[in-house]
């Protein structure tokens, strides 16, 4: 690949990135389904956790068997341990233990702090510089983002903050180590490894975690999304942008993903859409548009 992505290559990022995003957007409503509040508990968040990522690494073990894709190397799998910590375990379960407490609003908004922590790791790691205006841009969206939380809230944090901002610690740390493996293979194999890689932790604690209790069938229908789309396709189109437009650049679409969570919100759990709410998400999508024009420096050969 080289050093510099082409506009065509940072534009075709910015898109993939984008379906990605509306793809993760449903997270956090479908999880809120699957774990069900604190007064009504549904399917366990360390089953939600733990399952979504076995069944996802049985699909896996399939495609990448039925594709006859090459194992990873030695020495990539220092990149995939980590990319498994922050996806395949931390996330999922800081969310799922989070959204026990929190309605998927809050969390949406909470989380809305990923694009930041998944620059700065990328600056960090892959070395990437950008420039002052696109970390202007990056930070204006964030304290939009911070801004908005503690209007909703009061003025103050909530208790499952910290277990939120746990998840965007791990998912910065997932993002980083998958786009720079997705450097090295095709993004659907990464995720794909990820995922089978993860398999002798995953299923046994699957299996150890089995509901004993039943579960509504819109709590399963909830652990189905993210088994099948939030921990595998999307990571198809996410991986991809992230390699293709840079890490730092396309990480900054995901300014918009609080924002449609809270717009799937209102229809799958009944949560209620105000008028603050379509004006920080239009405030956010700005930051996006004008950091798109900011020079993101350039990406690792």
């Known amino acids: 690949m080289p050093s510099h992505p082409t506009s065509h290559d940072e534009t075709r990022g ?3 990135g984008l379906l990605g995003v509306l793809i993760f957007a449903l997270t956090l409503p479908m999880t809120r389904l699957a774990v069900g509040p604190a007064d009504d508990p549904q399917l366990p968040p360390l089953f939600v956790t733990a399952g979504r990522a076995a069944f996802a690494g049985l699909l896996a073990l399939a495609w ?7 194992r990873p190397r030695a020495d990539q799998l220092p990149t995939f341990a980590a990319s498994a910590l922050g996806t395949v375990v931390g996330f999922p379960l800081f969310i799922g233990l989070a959204l026990r407490e929190a309605d998927a609003m809050h969390a949406a908004v909470v989380t809305g702090l990923m694009p930041l922590a998944t620059a700065v790791a990328a600056a960090l790691h892959l070395r990437q510089r950008p420039s002052p205006g696109f970390w ?9 983002v911070v801004a ?22 791990c998912t910065a740390l997932g993002y980083v180590s998958g786009a720079q493996l997705a450097t090295q293979m095709r993004a659907e ?5 990820v995922l089978v890689l993860s398999l002798p932790l995953t299923l046994p604690v699957m299996l150890w975690s089995w509901p004993a209790q039943p579960a509504r069938v819109s709590a399963w229908a909830g652990f189905a999304y993210v088994t099948l789309f939030s921990m ?17 650049r396309v990480s900054q679409v995901q300014l918009v993903q609080p924002f ?9 759990l009944g949560e209620t859409l105000d008028p603050l709410t379509l ?10 548009v004008v950091g798109k024009k900011m020079p993101a420096g350039a990406r690792p050969a």
Do not use: E
């Open 14 to 16: 910015l898109w993939l």
């Open 64 to 70: 990448l068997a039925a594709t006859r894709a090459p």
């Open 136 to 144: 202007a841009c990056a930070a204006a969206g964030c304290a939009l």
């Open 148 to 169: 908005f939380a503690l209007v909703r809230s009061g003025g103050h944090l909530t208790a499952a903050d910290a277990l939120l901002l746990g998840a965007v610690a």
């Open 189 to 193: 194999q990464v995720i794909c490894w």
């Open 232 to 248: 595998w396709l999307g990571f198809f189109a996410w991986y991809r942008g992230l390699a293709l437009g840079g890490t730092v």
């Open 260 to 268: 449609l969570s809270l717009l799937f919100a209102v229809p799958l």
């Open 279 to 288: 004006a920080f998400a239009l405030a956010v999508v700005a930051t996006v």
